[in-house]
């Protein structure tokens, strides 16, 4: 194109006869086709000059001043040409525009009215200074003042009693300018003094400078869906039996007060659970049981009323009160007797009388930064406690007995692994002739080698031991490692001493027992007789039957059964007349205070009394825990056959048996000239 266009310019020039007319369409086609900029025109016009202005030929430099000339002309013309149009399809747009915008905001202004006054909610216009502008026939109807009436009200005078400072604190930033809107439930007094919830939102206007210069509220009344909500709320928190609080509730209130920010300084739980409550479900049906249930739960509620209580029903026959704000332990205390006082009066439902009694588990302990999973936990072990020691009573929870629970239990967890790693050994205490000071036998002590823990004594884990049940293959390894000591014993004496090993209930009742101990002794060539199995008096008094069949198979065969620990427990003469007893083993307690000489002391006088019914009874007695020459000598005087203790000999391992046993003792075997089976065990 620029090719052509100069090619038109130079026949211009060079034109007989001339004439610059062509270089005037030039200047307009340059226009037309937009090279429109100043220094597109400058550049050309220059370009002519020093293409074919140069040198003395004064009818070229005519000629080329003429075409300058028309080519400005031309240009200018055209450019002049395309303003003028463009300003008029300006103003031409601009008319249509400002036409197109009168329409349309008479438009949007009839849509704003139809929707400000056929709208379902609740619309308000007002200014940055509160006061009310307009409001639409919903809100009127809503809040139930006129149009005229809420005119002169400022939307200050709206503030609901129960409003949050967030509300206000929102409203305050928004008119403020620094938020354009926000969103919020807020309740409002109607002006016959009803509540009505709604879901406000407030946008802000601004002018044309960006300042604020109206607000406008919009509505939306959600009284019934508050209702509902308020009711599944309460549904879902509540005990649907007792009207209580339920677990979820009760959670709730407890994660509030045991947080970081907690606004009490201590607070407490009571547990409660109702003993043999499952009896009356099972006699007369769960609908009477319900009826029991909703009585007590009533009474709990009456009983323990206030702001800082609250009563729960955890599910079943279980409840729990939280107090917040106690002082000390008292408090709870407090709650408890009066928890346990309102349980214990008698139901009556139906013409039925019912005797309800609850056990309670307590923890009372600083608030701030509490555990709300441990406090429950320990209210929880308390309640167990209380159970156990029982029932209709409560229990402190005690940091230092749940320690050792704890430490009973992961003990229990390692039980099973120490077996198979052979961590147990056997200590043994040697069993003392009274008459003469001759060994008779041994007791074999159980101790464990823990890796870590070092040596562990049976009172450590034993109940551990007993409440899984490997105390059954633990008291077979002790049978059969004590019997084979004995072997090793006689094989390197020549002596016969009788092994006494203590059993558990839970070994009797496993029904191996028998078959164990014939096994053992057949494989070690003891006789029976050199045999003695130690049981409790609360074994004996808890035997069944069945224990009871076993004791007698294994009596039957020659191997001696002995009371440990006699006088401890029930002290229950009953199974000396139904069990084969050969022993009784009298307990360190009645020792203690024995002194030669003094047959009127009140020890001495119990002591004589047990050895002369166990003597008529033809069993022997063994005294446990002597410590003193005196001590030993007492028992001497008052006739009792065996003892054992730190005088005669501490327990210890396996090789000390060969100095106790040697030559110097020789000890007295079963079938000696007294003719007695000797009897052996107790503790050290």
């Known amino acids: 194109m620029l090719a052509d266009l100069t090619r038109r310019l130079f026949d211009a020039l060079s034109s007989r006869p001339f004439d610059p007319a062509p270089a005037r369409e030039v200047g307009a086609t340059l226009v037309d086709r937009h090279f429109t900029h100043p220094s597109s025109i400058a550049r050309t016009i ?50 249509i525009a400002q036409d197109e915008a009168e329409r349309t905001a008479r438009v949007l202004e009839a849509r704003f009215r139809a929707v400000f006054a056929g709208a379902a909610v609740g619309i308000g216009v007002g200014d940055v200074d509160g006061r009310i502008l307009d409001v639409n026939p919903a809100l009127e109807k809503m809040l139930g003042y006129p149009m005229d ?17 967030e509300v206000w604190r929102l409203y305050q930033r928004l008119i403020g300018g620094e938020i354009n809107s926000f969103r919020i439930a807020k309740r409002f007094v109607r002006s016959d003094g009803d509540t009505v919830w709604t879901q406000l939102t407030v946008s802000l206007i601004r002018d044309d400078q960006g300042r604020p210069e109206f607000q406008i509220a919009v509505m939306e009344d959600i009284t019934d869906l508050r209702r509902l909500q308020n009711t599944l709320e309460y549904q879902a928190q509540h ?14 209130r407890l994660d509030a007060v045991t947080g970081p920010m907690s606004p009490v300084q201590r607070v407490g739980l009571c547990l409660l659970d109702l003993d043999g409550f499952k009896a009356i479900n099972d006699s007369v049906g769960h609908s009477v049981g319900d009826r029991v249930l909703v009585e007590i739960a009533a009474r709990l509620a009456a009983a323990l009323a206030g702001d800082r209580q609250l009563v729960a029903r955890l599910g079943g026959d279980e409840f729990v009160v939280l107090v917040e704000g106690t002082t000390s332990a008292q408090d709870i205390v407090a709650v408890a007797d009066a928890a346990l006082s309102a349980v214990s009066r008698p ?25 709300s999973a441990e406090l429950v936990r320990a209210a929880d072990i308390t309640l167990y406690w209380a159970k156990a020691e029982g029932k209709d009573r409560w229990a402190l929870f005690d940091p230092e007995r749940s320690l050792r629970e704890v430490d009973q239990y992961t003990l229990a967890q390692l039980l099973p692994s120490a077996l198979e790693r052979g961590e147990f050994r056997l200590h ?47 008291g077979q390894w002790v049978i059969e490692e004590a019997c084979r000591q004995a072997r090793l014993l006689r094989e390197s004496t020549g002596v016969r001493p ?105 020890d001495a006088k119990i002591v004589r009394s047990i050895l002369t ?23 001497r005087e008052l006739e009792c056959d065996q003892a054992q203790g730190l005088f005669f000999g501490a327990p210890g391992p396996a090789e000390q048996l060969s100095t106790v046993f040697g030559p110097k003792g020789s000890a007295r075997s079963p079938g000696d000239e007294s003719g007695e089976v000797p009897t052996v065990g107790g503790d050290e």
């Open 239 to 252: 005990d649907t039996l007792t009207g209580l609080a339920n677990r979820a509730l009760f959670q709730l």
């Open 149 to 165: 009436e809420m005119r002169r009200r400022n939307v200050g005078e709206f503030i609901h009693p129960a409003d949050t400072a």
């Open 428 to 474: 043994y205490q040697p069993l003392i002739a009274l008459a003469d000071g001759a060994p008779t036998g041994f007791e074999a002590l159980l101790r464990w080698e823990h890796p870590r823990l070092g040596q562990l004594r049976p009172d450590r884990f034993i109940a551990a031991a007993e409440e899984t049940g490997i105390i059954v293959p633990i």
């Open 46 to 95: 220059a370009l002519l000059a020093r293409t074919w202005g140069r040198g003395d030929d004064a009818e070229l430099r005519d000629r080329v001043g003429a075409v300058q000339g028309a080519l400005a002309a031309g240009y200018a013309e055209r450019l002049q040409e395309r303003t003028f149009a463009e300003q008029d399809a300006i103003r031409s747009a601009a008319m």
């Open 347 to 371: 139901v009556v439902i139906a013409g039925g009388v019912y005797n309800v009694t609850a056990s309670a588990g307590l923890v009372e302990r600083e608030a701030a930064g509490a555990d």
């Open 498 to 602: 009788c092994v006494s090993v203590n059993v558990a209930l839970r070994q009797l009742s496993d029904g191996r027992l028998l078959d164990h101990v014939l096994r053992v002794l057949d494989e070690h060539r003891m006789a029976p007789d050199q045999l003695q199995l130690e049981l409790t008096e609360r074994a004996v008094i808890g035997s069944d039957n069945e224990p009871l069949v076993e004791l007698q198979a294994l009596a039957g065969l020659g191997v001696g059964i002995a009371i440990d620990d006699f006088g401890t427990g029930y002290s229950n003469m009953t199974y000396l007349r139904r069990l084969p007893i050969t022993g009784l083993k009298l307990a360190q307690s009645f020792v203690t205070g024995l002194r030669p000489g003094k047959p009127d002391h009140t």
């Open 613 to 635: 019914l166990a003597h008529d009874l033809g069993l022997t007695v063994t005294a446990e825990g002597v410590e003193t020459e005196d001590q030993a000598q007492a028992l």
